[in-house]
């Protein structure tokens, strides 16, 4: 098997950082070794099939991005990237896997929405991938197939309070999936929105007229999203069940699961780049049609009331513990122009795949997060959550080498015909700068990206069966 070793950079992990070198064989990573370690008299360096020289570089966990939507059918169209595109896009991001969402769909059986994804991305995928499940009709029937899921190394499933008539569920059926996912284990996952209460404002702000893209946050209220999270997590305190909260975007919903945790539940809460840095204001509130690009539920925030900043800190203070994407990207010509004079009708999501592990080491050039947390909530807390700790989220013997060298000295500047790979016409981050780098990326021992090359092809990903989640209290 191929040998590779990893010379001369600073290895970060989410507890701590030092100078190693990381050796590789094959797929997995075997050591990691005092720089200028030897064998047998020989400098490894000379002994091994492949150097990488990380000198003055960090050397990571790659990337997991626990929350992607690819080939997803929405609002009339399908996500732009599929799990070819996609993929590819992560890898040059520094992501080396992703999980993303089979889609049970109301009338579907849950096998067969299964067996559609995987079909969708077997042989197609540059990382590795596994699936959450995503339940759109909760009956008998649903909520036997429900119990098998981990038999198919799938441990989580996602409910709906929001999107009445496509994947809402109301409280008796989040009530009766939560007692399934607390008997075997699962953790339910929630998009934590009223949805009925949604659909009232819609329809009354179309009636005024009011049709632009800045009316879709107004129209999804911050106080519908704490709403729905203090509901969802009450009945995971009645029911037992772990529960983890989806692209939470609003400072109240965050104190919401603050509370909970103070009071030791077992409920966590991630959030996504778009609400870190993007607005109401600034995005949707663009002129013209322009805000359609970051159309995305829940929707992004006022900076004016200071949602960005709360978010922040609650990083900091793991409140909230992992940053993924919601990765789903539509175009504006032929999929987001649907919406021209009525926003209700412009496809939800924003493409972030690939920027995800930029965009947060921003945060640590600018002080708002420690390196170590860095590679916490975008690697290992991942991992932990979703039942990989061990294989991912590592650089530890026995780990995959799935591995990222990242240049703190680089720049990165986002936008189309920079550093975009994503199969869109637009980009939600043009012209965002980076003040670092991903030089060298490693998928199971794999060079796919280096010295601005793609080296991977479709199919170097494969299905990756999950654990339960390992971050129970």
Not at 123 to 134: E, K, P, R
Request: negative net charge; glycine residues 10%.
């Amino acid at each position: 098997m191929a040998t590779t070793l990893i010379t001369g950079g600073t290895v970060v992990s989410a507890t701590g950082r030092g100078a190693a070198d990381v050796l590789v064989d094959g797929e997995r990573i075997v050591a990691l070794l005092e720089p200028g370690s030897t064998v047998l008299g020989a400098n490894l360096a000379e002994t091994v099939d492949t150097v990488v020289d990380a000198s003055g570089k960090y050397v990571i966990p790659g990337g997991i991005d626990a929350h992607t939507h690819m080939s997803m059918p929405f609002g009339g169209t399908t996500a732009a990237d599929d799990f070819e595109t996609g993929t590819r896009a992560a890898a040059w991001g520094g992501t080396t896997m992703i999980i993303d969402f089979a889609v049970q769909k109301f009338g579907e059986r849950v096998p067969e929405s299964l067996q559609t994804w995987h079909e969708m991305a077997a042989g197609q995928c540059a990382v590795d991938y596994s699936f959450h499940q995503i339940i759109g009709e909760v009956n008998k029937e649903s909520l036997a197939e429900l119990r098998r899921l981990p038999d198919e190394g799938i441990t989580s499933y996602k409910l709906f309070m929001a999107y009445p008539g496509v994947f809402y569920s109301d409280d008796a059926q989040i009530l009766r999936a939560m007692q399934t996912g607390a008997d075997t284990g699962l953790l339910t996952m929630m998009h934590a929105e009223n949805g009925p209460a949604i659909d009232v404002l819609v329809e009354q702000l179309l009636a005024q007229g009011k049709t632009d893209p800045y009316y879709h946050g107004v129209a999804r209220a911050w106080q519908l999203e704490e709403e729905a999270t203090h509901r969802a997590i009450m009945l995971a305190d009645l029911t037992g069940a772990p529960l983890y909260v989806v692209h939470v975007s609003a400072k109240q919903a965050v104190a919401q699961l603050a509370a909970a945790r103070d009071r030791g539940r077992n409920v966590f809460g991630e959030t996504c780049p778009q609400y870190l840095y993007l607005s109401l204001e600034d995005n949707l509130g663009a002129p013209g049609f322009e805000g359609a690009k970051w159309v995305c539920s829940t929707p992004l925030r006022s900076r004016e009331e200071d949602h960005q900043n709360q978010v922040w800190q609650a990083l900091r203070t793991n409140d909230l513990q992992m940053v993924s994407t919601d990765h789903c990207p539509f175009c504006m010509k032929g999929q987001k122009d649907m919406g021209i004079g009525d926003f209700s009708k412009i496809p939800n999501g924003i493409g972030s795949v690939e920027h995800r592990m930029d965009l947060m080491y921003q945060g640590v050039v600018e002080g708002r997060i420690t390196l170590e947390r860095w590679v916490e909530i975008t690697s290992t807390t991942p991992a932990r959550m979703f039942g990989l700790y061990g294989r991912k989220g590592v650089l530890a013997p026995g780990a995959d080498a799935d591995i990222v060298v990242y240049d703190p000295d680089g720049h990165t500047s986002i936008g189309m015909g920079k550093t975009h790979h994503m199969n869109m016409d637009h980009s939600a981050w043009e012209g965002y700068e980076i003040d670092g780098h991903v030089d060298v990326v490693l998928s199971r021992g794999k060079v796919l990206v280096a010295d601005g090359e793609y080296r991977g092809r479709k199919g170097d990903g494969k299905f990756v069966r999950r654990d339960p989640c390992q971050y129970l209290i």
